[in-house]
Nanobody, 121 residues
Framework: QVQLVESGGGLVEPGGSLRLSCAAS????????MRWWRQAPGKQRETVAT???????YYVDAVKGRFTISRDNAKNTVYLQMNSLKPDDTAVYYC???????????????WGPGTQVTVSS
């Protein structure tokens, strides 16, 4: 059984910072791309940032220069450092990983339950 669990969300004032973490656990063979998504009320879920197994990164234009995605392969963990936060960043943030597990054939996408980030004064 594979689980992804996010942490680090909360309430922050505009201009503040938060660091999200997502740890994958279970019978994991290998982890490929890892991503952070977000979904604001009434909006579709969108990809915020992606990091490949080799460390290549992608960011949606709205967060470029403010957010940084990184990963610790030894800990099966991905991070999202969020700086200069804006009210528009308010959303539930989800972690997603493409990985191969002992219990499954081939690559499969796994999701965490999400963590709330609220940017408000």
């Amino acid at each position: 059984q594979v689980q992804l669990v996010e942490s680090g969300g909360g309430l922050v004032e505009p201009g503040g910072s938060l660091r999200l973490s997502c740890a994958a656990s279970g019978s994991i063979v290998s982890i490929h791309a890892m991503r952070w998504w977000r979904q604001a009320p009434g909006k579709q879920r969108e990809t915020v940032a992606t990091i490949s197994s080799g460390g290549s990164t992608y960011y949606v234009d709205a967060v470029k220069g403010r957010f940084t995605i990184s990963r610790d392969n030894a800990k099966n963990t991905v991070y999202l450092q969020m700086n200069s936060l804006k009210p528009d960043d308010t959303a539930v943030y989800y972690c997603n990983a493409d990985l191969s597990a002992v219990s499954a054939i081939g690559l499969k996408g796994y999701w965490g339950p999400g963590t709330q980030v609220t940017v408000s004064s």
